[in-house]
């Protein structure tokens, strides 16, 4: 049974660029939450997905969106990246128990 | 809002045992969550509490008090590759609702 999946591993960008990151939730889960994490911080929440909606959305500006697809993977959006844009950005998915999180994907904007 | 608090860093020996602890304020709650977070890597879910009293998992324990914001993460026979971060959540609504993270405590194990 595969876990939760994100791609890609890691991405560099410019400043003002925009950045699209996949995530694959596990089998059997319909909800997908998104969260950026910086360095000696908790993961922060970004917006959650349920039924190709988003349910629940965190103190993130409009340059965040994201998008559910019918199979419930999902991708999350950043346009007109900033500095304080670069994190570990972490994908999680649940059923109606725990979140399970996906390895992650490393941002850095230069 | 959700505010939740736990100890920066802590430090113990291999073989013992430690208790990370972790209080909470919020607003709405539907269970709290243990993650375990090695350096570099994504968060591995260890627990779950929403009714009080202690949950038990091997060699790892967590105990909830609604009434009191309060759990902690109970951890025996410490091993050096329990050498981590650990993360406190509470989720607000009930199933699938998000999580608000406390920022972790270092727990770091010596010979």
């Known amino acids: 049974d595969a876990g939760v999946t994100q791609s890609p591993t890691h991405l560099i960008k410019t400043r003002g660029q925009q950045v699209t990151l996949r995530c694959s939730p596990k089998s059997g889960h319909d909800t997908v939450s998104w969260y950026q994490q910086a360095l000696g911080q908790g993961p922060q929440f970004i917006f959650q997905?349920?039924?190709?909606?988003?349910?629940q959305r965190g103190n993130f500006p409009d340059r965040f969106s994201g998008h559910q697809f019918p199979n419930y993977s999902s991708e999350l959006n950043v346009n007109a990246l900033l500095l304080g844009d670069s994190a570990l950005y972490l994908c999680?998915?649940?059923?109606?128990?725990?979140?399970?999180f996906g390895p992650g994907t490393r941002l850095t904007v230069l | 809002g959700q505010n939740i608090d736990q100890p920066t860093e802590m430090t113990a020996t291999e073989g013992a045992i430690v208790q990370i602890n972790c209080t909470y304020q919020?607003?709405?709650?539907?269970?709290l969550f243990w993650y375990q977070q090695h350096a570099g890597e994504a968060p591995t879910f260890l627990s779950y509490n929403v009714l009080d009293g202690l949950e038990e998992k091997g060699r790892f324990s967590s105990f909830l008090s609604r009434s009191k914001g309060y759990s902690y993460l109970l951890l025996k026979e410490l091993q050096m590759k329990d050498s981590a971060s650990y993360l406190c959540?509470?989720?607000?609504?009930?199933?699938?609702?998000?999580?608000?993270f406390g920022d972790g405590t270092t727990l770091t194990v010596k010979p």
């Open positions: 959540a509470v989720r607000d609504l009930p199933n699938a609702g998000k999580s608000t």
């Open positions: 999680a998915s649940s059923a109606q128990g725990p979140q399970y």
């Open positions: 919020t607003s709405g709650f539907n269970g």
């Open positions: 997905y349920y039924e190709e909606e988003e349910r």
